[in-house]
C-alpha cells in the first residue's frame, strides 16, 4: 500500500534525523525537533489507521482529527540539557506501547540497581522502534554506572558508544517495534534497522 | 520590462564576498541589516563576524552610478563558547544584527548569537594627538630630565580609523536559542526571543531583564509550538508580535500586565483541509514576521507564501503571496535534504508598497501590493556586469518548459536566499546567497 510505505519511509527518515540533530553543534534544536517529532506522529498515525482499515483503497492521507486524539500526549521534547542523550519524547498510544516500554526502556549508562535521576512522564519512556542506547557487551564483560556527565551530548569521545558509525550498534529486537504497528512487521524492523545504520 | 513599482527595473551594483564555489562554513552569511538612513549595511556570518559596509557619498560627476557600499568596519563579535553545565556548544553565528538609531557621532548596533547580546559602539576617529610632554612620538617615555618647557598637545588629522567597541554584554537569560532581537522605538529598551520565552531589556542594563512572554509548558511533553520570531511595533512602545511554529501570530500590549503571556489579537488563517499532507505542520510554521514601516500592517513568512496582515483584522490576512507553490508536491524530498526546514526571512520596501523574500537556486521575489504584480529575479555571478538589467526568471512546474524558464528538477536547492534588506528609503535592495551579497539598485533613467 503506497501511503503505508510513504508512511515507513518518512519515519525511517525522521528517526535518522533525530539521531543526527543530537550531534550537531550548538545543541538539540526544540524548534526543529518539534517539527520532527510532529511529522513522525502524522506518519504513525497514517500508517496505523492504514493498516487497520484494510480495504481496498487508502485513505486521503491526513486524517484531522487524529491530530485533536492526542491532544494530551503530545510532542514531548527533551529540553536541550540533560535530556539530549536520552530518549526522544514521542507522543504514544497510551497504554499497550508504554508496558511495552516500561520492560525495554534503558536509562542510559545506568547500573540495574540504580534509579533513574530523570523525572518519568507517561510518554518519557523510550519508543519501542528505536534501538536501545545499550552499547553491546562482550560476553564476560560487566556494565557500570557511568558517571552523569558522561550522557551529555556534544562531549565526544563519551558518545562513541551511542555513535551510529560503530558497527556494533544491537539490532532492533522484535518486540521493541510493536510500537508502529502493534503487530510483527519484519518490513519496518529492515527498514528501520537500515536507515539508522546508514546514518 | 517594467516591473514591480511602476517602472522600476532592477541592476547589478555589486558583489561582496568570495568568487570560488568552495565555501567556507564561516562564511555563510546568516543575516542582512540596513540601518535607519540606509546609509550602513550589516551583515553577521556564521564565523561570529560583523561586516559593515558604508554608502559612499553620490558622485555627482556620475550620476547613473548610484554611491557604492565600500567595506567601513570588520569585527569578531561572538566567539564559540562551551557551556560546561550542559556539555553544549554554543554556536558563534550570528542570528541578528538591529541597529539603534543614531544619537550622536558613533553608531550602534545590536548584535546576537544563540545565548548572547551584545551592544557595539562604531566609532570614527579621524585625529590623534601630537606633542605630549612626557612621551615621544613613538610612545616611549622621555626622561625628565630633559624635559625644559610644556606645551599643550594639539590634535592633527590622521587617517580614518574605525573602531569597533563591545560596550554591553547582555548574557545568561536564555536556555533556549534565540531567534529574534527587536529595538523598542522608545530607543531605551530591547526584547529578545528564543524558543519558548522572551526577555524585556534595558539597554544600559545588563545584569537583568524582565521575562514577558513565557510559553514553556510545565510539562515540556505537553510542548506544541514555539516563538519562532518577534518584533516590536514600529511606533507603539507598547505593542510587540511574536510568530509560532504552528502559523499563528499574537499582539501584545505591555500596558496590560507584566507577563504578557495572554495575548491582546491573535492572527491566524484557518488551514485549508485539500492541502493537508505530513509536513503541513511545518510549511506552516512562520520564520519570520516584520512590521510595516506605517506600522498599520505586519508580514509573516512561511514556507510557501508571504502573508499580509491588517493589525485590525485577526481571522485572515488581507493579502497573501506564493512564493514558490510549485514545491508543495515536492515536500517530501525537500524533507529529506532538509530544505523543509530552511527558514526565509522578508522584508518590506521604504514605502511598504513592495514586499521582498528569498527562494531557491538563487531567485528572489518581489511582489507590488499596490499593482498586483510579482517578479522573480536571480542572483547570480553570470548577471553580474556593471548595472546589468536582471531579467525576470520564470519556473516552470510542469507540462511544456518554454524557452528561458527553468524546470522545478533543475533548481538547485543548495542555493538559497534566506536573507534580503531593502535600504529604508531609496531602491536599493541587499540580497545574501550563501557566501556572497549581492547588492542591486533600480535603474535611474
Known sequence: MEVNAEARRILAVSISKLYASRTQRGGLRLHRSLLLSLVMRSARDIYHSSRESEGPTPEEPMETSSGAEDEQQQAGLPEPQPALVSSEKLPEEPDSAEEECETTEDKENLSPTRQSRKRRGKASAAPDFLPSKRARLEPGEERYAAPLSSCRAGAGDSLTALSLNRGDWIPLRAEELTYIGQSQDKGITGAMVRAVRST | ?445
Open chain 2, 1 to 445: 520590462m517594467a516591473g514591480p513599482g511602476g517602472d522600476m527595473q532592477w541592476c547589478f551594483s555589486q558583489v561582496k564576498g568570495a568568487i570560488d564555489d568552495d565555501v567556507a562554513e564561516a562564511d555563510i552569511i546568516s543575516t542582512v541589516e540596513f540601518n535607519h538612513t540606509g546609509e550602513l549595511l550589516a551583515t553577521g556570518d556564521k564565523g561570529g563576524r560583523v561586516v559593515i559596509f558604508q554608502q559612499e557619498i553620490e558622485n555627482k560627476s556620475q550620476p547613473q552610478f548610484r554611491s557604492e557600499y565600500n567595506v567601513y568596519s570588520t569585527f569578531q563579535s561572538h566567539e564559540p563558547e562551551f557551556d560546561y553545565l550542559k556539555s553544549l556548544e554554543i554556536e558563534e553565528k550570528i542570528n541578528k544584527i538591529r541597529w539603534l538609531p543614531q544619537k550622536n557621532a558613533a553608531q550602534f548596533l545590536l548584535s546576537t548569537n544563540d545565548k548572547t547580546i551584545k551592544l557595539w559602539k562604531i566609532s570614527e576617529r579621524d585625529k590623534r594627538p601630537e606633542g605630549y610632554n612626557l612621551k615621544e612620538e613613538d610612545g616611549r617615555y622621555k626622561d625628565p630630565n630633559t624635559i625644559t618647557s610644556l606645551r599643550v598637545p594639539v590634535l592633527i588629522p590622521m587617517d580614518l580609523m574605525v573602531e569597533a567597541s563591545p560596550r554591553r554584554v547582555f548574557a545568561n537569560a536564555h536556555t533556549y536559542h534565540i531567534n529574534s532581537i527587536s529595538v523598542n522605538s522608545d530607543n531605551e529598551t530591547y526584547l529578545s526571543a528564543d524558543d519558548l520565552r522572551i526577555n524585556l531589556w534595558h539597554l544600559e542594563i545588563t545584569d537583568r531583564s524582565f521575562n514577558i512572554v513565557d510559553i514553556k509548558p510545565a510539562n515540556m511533553e505537553e510542548l506544541t509550538e514555539v516563538i519562532t520570531a518577534a518584533e516590536f511595533h514600529p511606533h507603539q512602545c507598547n505593542t510587540f508580535v511574536y510568530s509560532s511554529s504552528k502559523g499563528t501570530i499574537r499582539l501584545c500590549d505591555m500596558r496590560a500586565s507584566a507577563l504578557c503571556d495572554k495575548h491582546s489579537k491573535l492572527f491566524e488563517e484557518p488551514e485549508d483541509p485539500s492541502n493537508r499532507s505530513f509536513f503541513s505542520e511545518i510549511i506552516s510554521s512562520i520564520s519570520d514576521v516584520k512590521f510595516s514601516h506605517n506600522g498599520r500592517y505586519m508580514m509573516t513568512r512561511d514556507y510557501l507564501s508571504v502573508k499580509i496582515w491588517d493589525l485590525n483584522m485577526e481571522n485572515r490576512p488581507v493579502e497573501t503571496y506564493q512564493v514558490h507553490e510549485y514545491l508543495r508536491s515536492k515536500l517530501c524530498s525537500l524533507y529529506e535534504n532538509d530544505c523543509i526546514f530552511d527558514k526565509f526571512e522578508c522584508c518590506w520596501n521604504g514605502n511598504d508598497s513592495v514586499v521582498m523574500t528569498g527562494s531557491y537556486n538563487n531567485f528572489f521575489r518581489m511582489f507590488d501590493r499596490g499593482q498586483r504584480r510579482d517578479v522573480t529575479l536571480e542572483a547570480s555571478r553570470e548577471n553580474s556586469k556593471p548595472l546589468q538589467v536582471l531579467k525576470p526568471r520564470k519556473v516552470c512546474a510542469g507540462g511544456k518548459r518554454k524557452k528561458d524558464e527553468i524546470s522545478v528538477d533543475s533548481l538547485d536547492f543548495n542555493k538559497k536566499i534566506l536573507h534580503t534588506a531593502w535600504h529604508p528609503q531609496d531602491n536599493i535592495i541587499a540580497v545574501a546567497t550563501t557566501n556572497n551579497l549581492y547588492i542591486f539598485q533600480d535603474k535611474v533613467n
